[in-house]
Structure formats: C-alpha cells, structure tokens
C-alpha cells in the first residue's frame, strides 16, 4: 500500500501548482525520506478534534501547540503574497508539523545531494520536517487546504531563507544525514 506519494522533481519552472514528476517518474520512498528526518502519519482527518491516534502522536512528541490554518484566496489575508513566501526555499530552527486536514498541498525538501523532492499531501496526512531542512510549500492544482500546525512549546514561525548554512541546527541537521557515497 502507497501511504504517501513523494517524487524527484523535473527542472521546469512552469507553475508551481503541478505535479512536476520526471518523465518517467522517479519515486521516492518512505524510508528514503526519513533518512532525512522527514516522518509521515495517515490518520482519519474526519475525528481529528477527539482522534486518539492524533492524541497519541502529540503526546508521545510533544506537540501541545495546535491551531488551524485555512489556505484559498477567500479565507487567507495577502493569499497571493504568503504563497510566493511559503515557495520561497527556507528553514526553520525547530520542526514544521503539519496536518492536512481537507484539501492537498506539496511539501518540497532537499535531499542530501540537494536534488528537490516534492512529498503530496492530501487529507489524511501529517508530516513532520526536521529542523534545518531546506524545504517549501505549495498549493495543488486544487488552490486549497486546511491544515493543522502543531509545535513543540510556544509556536515560532520564523522562517529563514536559503542560505542559512550559519544556523547551528543546519550544521546539526547535516552530520544527522546518513553518509553517502565513501570508498567502501
Ligand atoms: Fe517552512
């Protein structure tokens, strides 16, 4: 069973919004993306306000903070201006926690060779992306969704773009990578 769908990126710079897959396709697994830190739960999005399976996660992770945000052009102040931001390449000094609620979004992060990898969303899905993870956010083709955001302690939203290879937590986040390559 496919839990989520992750790809390496074609080069177009077309519109964000589609699916960007290389012709043919080169998928990308679950494994593949948790040796970079990147975790992802499938949780029933229809009872998240009393799921114990959601209560579970939180506890066992930390994540007291929640809230909800809703991402269409009628419901979001400056729509156009916070999506050219969130696909602005980023990281932040703590994880970003998400839970996509209703609709579909894209999560793009870069792998240890630097090559983009776009992780689809849909209701359902949650995923947490490491510290120090360059990383950005799109709507589908859709132009919705509704997601939760949890955090650890008090929420910090603070995004720093690309390059940010000064920031402790990104050298940290680097030596936390599995060695590639070598002479073995
Ligand atoms: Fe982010």
Redesign the pocket.
Known sequence: MVLIEAWFMDDSDTDQRMPHKRNPNEPVSLEELKKLGVFHWKLDADIYEADPALEKIRKDRGYAYSDIITIHKDKLPNYEDKLKM?FEE???LDD?IRYILDGSAYFDVRDSEDRWIRISMAKGDMIT?PAGIY???TLTETNYTKAMRLFVGEPVWK?YNRPADEFEIRKRYLKSLPVTGGIE
């Open positions: 969130f980023h990281l932040h970003e992306l990383h950005r956010f995004a």
